[in-house]
């Protein structure tokens, strides 16, 4: 038995097949970084030390490994990360997780703007701490440090559809913030605002 799963050529690898990879030279290299070939022997292959070598690219979430005995075919299943906005050439994901994506992406993202890591790192907690409203509403989060941060939003709350400034401030009391937000952009007199100051939520400023 041990020489029938070690060493026979009827359990050795036939195919290789790669599952989600965003398109075929995608999924060729994937197949390469794998360091699986055919004739391989099926016994000798760990699926988790493969997993944890795919998974080093950015762009992948996570990786699901199996082989069949039968068939003797290894399928390689990829889930990859879907980008919430755009960080310079590189994309933010729900989890924050910044990755290079392996295919030019034609998606409406939000473009994240931030000078220096640590406003990065700003502008990416408060990306992904927003209620999913107000992501779809985003163009543009601007952080200029880890206290202040501006975001540019496009929607037609305010009755026809519109692009204005909310100058947000840090990462304090989002919650709130959220709610005044909403309350203000629901008042009459506000249907033709162009800025919304919620640095300071319990004294907002209009314009």
């Known amino acids: 038995m041990a020489y029938i799963l070690g060493w026979s050529p009827l359990l050795t690898v036939q195919?290789?097949?790669v599952?989600?990879?965003p398109d075929s030279q995608s999924a060729s290299e994937i197949k390469n970084q794998s360091n699986i070939v055919e004739g391989e022997k099926l016994?000798?292959?760990?699926?988790?030390?493969?997993?944890?070598?795919l998974e080093k690219n950015s762009w992948i979430k996570s990786v699901k490994v199996s082989r069949n005995w039968l068939s003797r075919k290894v399928d390689i299943r990829i889930t990859a990360r879907s980008p919430?906005?755009?960080?310079?050439?590189r994309y933010v994901d729900l989890e924050g997780r910044v990755f290079t994506a392996q295919e030019s992406l034609k998606l409406t993202l939000p473009t994240l703007k931030a000078p220096t890591l640590s406003a990065q790192e700003f502008a990416?907690?408060?990306?992904?701490?927003?209620?999913p409203e107000i992501r779809r509403e985003?163009?543009?989060?601007?952080a200029e440090n880890r206290n202040s941060a501006t975001l540019t939003l496009h929607n037609s709350r305010t009755g026809s559809p519109r692009?204005?400034?909310?100058i947000w401030g840090d990462e304090s009391a989002l919650d709130f913030k959220v709610k005044v937000y909403k309350a203000l952009l629901e008042l009459p007199e506000n249907k033709k605002v162009s800025l919304l100051d919620l640095s300071a939520p319990h004294a907002p400023i209009v314009k």
Request: net charge neutral; charged share 20%; proline share 5%.
């Open 84 to 89: 919430i906005a755009k960080l310079g050439d």
């Open 163 to 166: 692009t204005f400034t909310v």
């Open 15 to 17: 195919d290789v097949q």
């Open 138 to 142: 985003l163009r543009v989060l601007e």
């Open 43 to 53: 016994a000798r292959l760990e699926p988790r030390v493969t997993q944890q070598l």
């Open 124 to 131: 990416i907690g408060l990306l992904v701490s927003l209620p």
């Open 19 to 21: 599952f989600g990879a």
